[in-house]
């Protein structure tokens, strides 16, 4: 469906012009959406920069998204997590984990700066795609209660599903595809390599 991140992004800035020259906030979920933020950023002239949000793993299943923290330390926790065997002491202790790996990465990913204010600005936050969307629901949350003018989630694919849960959370959603064979982010990109630290960092200094 798409040929790289790169080609995702571009897409992903031609439905978005309405935004061109307004000096909208690209937002983008690491790692993977980090280049692509400021692909989007260049072609709307805005900024960006990260927001910060982690999954919180089932035990045993460690892919397997339960729900998500943000940096706030607010949770959000899915219907299905006591099915999989996350009680309450579990997921206290992995929210813990999470969010020290959360507080190591915003010291070494913007060490020189504090992050972007979200206030009154049109803030689009992306991803290179959605699955259970556990990681969105919590950026959507903890940027709404720090009143951005508006604010747009922009993903190029999700599964049908996903959408309707993040669609509660957000102004506007922008997404390129909504297949419903869906098992992978990675089954719809043709080069999908893991994005490094190392380019994070890069990207956001630069």
């Known amino acids: 469906m798409f040929y790289d991140r790169n080609e995702a992004a571009l897409a992903l800035a ?31 002239g805005g900024t960006y920069d990260v927001v910060l949000v982690r999954k919180l793993r089932a035990p045993y299943q460690p892919e397997l998204a339960i729900g998500s923290v943000d940096e706030s330390g607010w949770t959000y926790i899915a219907d299905f997590a006591t ?31 504090p992050p972007i204010d979200p206030a009154g600005r049109i ?14 629901i919590s950026a959507l949350h903890g940027l709404h209660n720090r009143k951005p ?8 694919v999700s599964p049908p599903d996903t959408l309707s849960k993040i669609t509660e959370l957000a102004d506007e959603v922008v997404c390129l595809e ?6 992978a982010v990675g089954q719809f990109y043709e080069n999908f390599p893991q994005v490094e630290d190392e380019e994070v960092i890069e990207i956001l200094q630069g």
């Open 14 to 44: 031609e439905k978005l012009t309405d935004y061109k020259g307004k000096n909208p906030l690209i937002l983008a979920i690491p790692r993977g959406a980090v280049p692509m933020a400021k692909v989007i950023a260049d072609s709307l």
């Open 83 to 113: 099915s999989v065997g996350a009680d309450a002491q579990y997921i206290a202790s992995e929210k813990q984990v999470q969010l020290e790996t959360i507080k190591k990465r915003r010291a070494q990913y913007t060490p020189v700066r």
């Open 123 to 136: 803030v689009i936050v992306i991803d290179d795609g959605l699955a259970t969307g556990a990681t969105m």
């Open 149 to 156: 003018a508006k604010l747009i989630c922009a993903v190029p």
């Open 178 to 183: 909504a297949p419903r064979d869906f098992r």
